[in-house]
């Protein structure tokens, strides 16, 4: 069965204070490994794909990278705007085109 | 460009109403896609559709209904609602399969 674990639960920060979210997954063969964030009380914003071991995406404060087994997503000096919930993503490639979801890192950053 | 919306934000069902909750998108995506959100439990695909006029079953299907008469428009029906889902629902779409999907901004469906 596929899983996506995503660790911790919850991460408190202080500004500038860098850190990586954990997404670690077992599936029958990965199609792709998608982060997204979620603001509370809002729909969940696309932010990387990645395809294969040993990608890396960066985007401003984050970049998010790919192994056999895990992904990370490093947040490097955030800042309070960066509190969100990060949800990763994976694609099995006995799946067609459904997605399977992690239950999300909570990140706070406080100023 | 509104890319995905969804109708209603909010909605108070009672157990055995029934109800539907519209999506559309403008981007000329083929893919869409019904989930729903629970504290613990991520987000489970409920309904997907790969094309106008054709949908599928995603994990979690029991319980609800979808039709896409039209390409930018998926519909997910509620036909006796219970408690159990009582949840956020969220709209998604993607221009093909497996690819990055964009979600609408959320139901918040509440059944008493």
């Known amino acids: 069965e596929d899983q996506v674990t995503q660790s911790p639960e919850a991460l408190r920060l202080q500004e500038g204070e860098s850190s990586s979210l954990n997404c670690s997954y077992t599936?029958?063969?990965?199609?792709?490994l998608f982060w997204y964030r979620q603001d509370p009380g809002k729909g969940p914003e696309f932010l990387f794909t990645?395809?294969?071991a040993g990608e890396e995406k960066e985007k401003e404060r984050l970049k998010a990278t790919l192994t056999k087994k895990e992904s990370f997503l490093h947040i490097t000096a955030p800042k309070p705007e960066d509190s969100a919930t990060y949800l990763c993503?994976?694609?099995?490639?006995?799946?067609?085109?459904?997605?399977?979801f992690g239950e999300g890192t909570q990140l706070t950053v406080n100023p | 460009n509104a890319g995905v919306t969804q109708t209603p934000k909010f909605r108070v069902l009672k157990t055995g109403q029934s109800m539907t909750l519209l999506c559309a998108q403008d981007?000329?995506?083929?893919?869409m896609y019904w989930y729903r959100q629970d504290p613990g439990m991520g987000l489970r695909l409920i309904h997907y559709?790969?094309?106008?006029?054709?949908?599928a079953k995603g994990e979690v299907p029991d319980g609800y209904n979808v039709s896409r008469l039209k390409k930018q428009n998926f519909l997910l029906g509620l036909e006796s609602a219970a408690p159990s889902q009582t949840s956020v629902y969220f709209c998604?779409?993607?221009f093909g399969g497996g690819i990055e999907q964009y979600f609408g901004p959320g139901t918040r469906l509440t059944v008493t």
């Open positions: 993503a994976v694609r099995p490639e006995t799946s067609g085109s459904r997605l399977t």
């Open positions: 998604a779409s993607s």
């Open positions: 990645l395809y294969s």
């Open positions: 599936v029958s063969g990965l199609r792709g």
């Open positions: 559709s790969v094309g106008e006029g054709t949908t």
């Open positions: 981007m000329n995506h083929e893919y």
